[in-house]
């Protein structure tokens, strides 16, 4: 199971009345943060999450609403004790941007290893935190590049279910119960001068779970790819009324029906809106705008969280 | 009458249940920042204060809570529409800062001046905004190097009152009456080949008012000087406690009865403490360690408002 908690659902600004887009993922007690505006660290505090086992950062593109609060959420997570390296990820230009930022945080007692615009998939063993492997991963993170004023990068999650051991499989197989074990935790073992493989004890491939996070930008063809049967989709909605349309291809955003008709398209099994513009007070006045093209649309709000459970 | 409003009393990080410390100063319509830590605009807005009309922002030092606001700032005083410069004054390396964080806000509508560590008091008008001048000021900033763990300006504020135009002493000096509204205007006037000053036409000199903000610092001893007379002293008091002394000493800021001290011995008229650590969640346990040494010590909270006139 992991637990995600929407720590904002706003755009543009911070406003008294909503924090602003960014997503905490919560994965056996490690968390992968996507996107750090200005208050994202008092959400989490709102939402009572600590801040030591942030183990990677995903920024989607260096706009202030997405980033503005990344210096201090960093020395804050200083302050909690931790002293292991942190990864973040981001678009073109992030590395540039750390450095700028790091004048208000020169001195953090751990590494920072910053990815800019990864052109593969990154995988991550969950050992004590998220460690990057070339191996079995626990959660691998896509990246796309998305349609906005400035290089802006969509977010793939896939949490991988673990196969199950199957006996009967390693007898016939002629597995020796000594390694019954091992080839549960690598991929091969060899023993005796013979080489096995976990193919020989473990029982058929299980679907995991899949999480999109596409914010900011226009909905063009290839997220429909990108987020193919995600079991949960979140989407920025920054304007929900139809008739901004033409704000919304200027700008660079979506509206909700732009949303939902990606979710629809992606084969989602449920859409939540989020990035709302500040001049948007009340979302839900919208709702029907997505829910017209995509059923399971429902509005994102500061600090809901969903729990995605392997079924 | 100059309405100045606590944004935040909080040190440190920025918690749910308080705002970190900053002071907006609002002068007939014009205003005065001082420091801008994360949640600052939100806290602006919460006190229905506009953003435009900002031309002046004063950084303490460049410690996170106290500036990692200030890029998204000045993205949201650009989208507010202002395009005449804006002032910033702060410590030794707030250039390097402002350029370093101007990676997240590098495209602003208007010019922003940053005056590193200024050696001498800065004098301004307020015309249409406030401007420096060598002239007769509206308002006066003055700094004082602080005792912090990183180089440190306090800040005074002198706002002038002005003088009242005496129709007796004008006829006296046999000034012209074609002068004696340019002589409430200008310090020195020439008219048919003679000097006439702004001393012939005006009574005496009146008090104004005066204002000190000090955060973050041991209390040095010449804090006292500084605030010498203060209508409106506010402090930080870091710690509430007597026992915190040691803390204080450690991290190079001060104590509630410390900074009672300082206003008692400055002679000044109201002491207002702010800059609360993030572990004193109920400051007003501690408060008679303030009051004992100095009476007119009260408690700063987000979003208190002060109205000082001139007597």
Redesign the interface.
Known sequence: MINVTLLGCGGG????FRNLASLLINYKGRKILIDC???T??SM??AKSGFKSIDIICITH????H???L??LL??IG?SGREEELIIIGPEGIK??I???????PYLPYEIKVMESPKKNLKFELKDKFELTNDYSDVEISMIDLEHSSPCLGYGFYINRKRKFDVDKAVNNNVPKILWSKLQKYNSYEFEGKLYFSDMVLGNKRRGLKLSYITDSRPIDSIKEFIKGSDLFICEGTYGSDDDIEKAIKNKHMTFREAASLAKEGEVKKLILTHFSPSLIEPDQYIENGKEVFKNTILGSDRMEENLTFK
């Open positions: 600004m911070p406003m008294p505006g200005e208050g660290q008092v505090r709102l260096i706009h202030g609403d980033i503005v609060g210096p201090g020395s804050t302050n540039d941007t450095e700028g930022l790091s004048v208000i945080c």
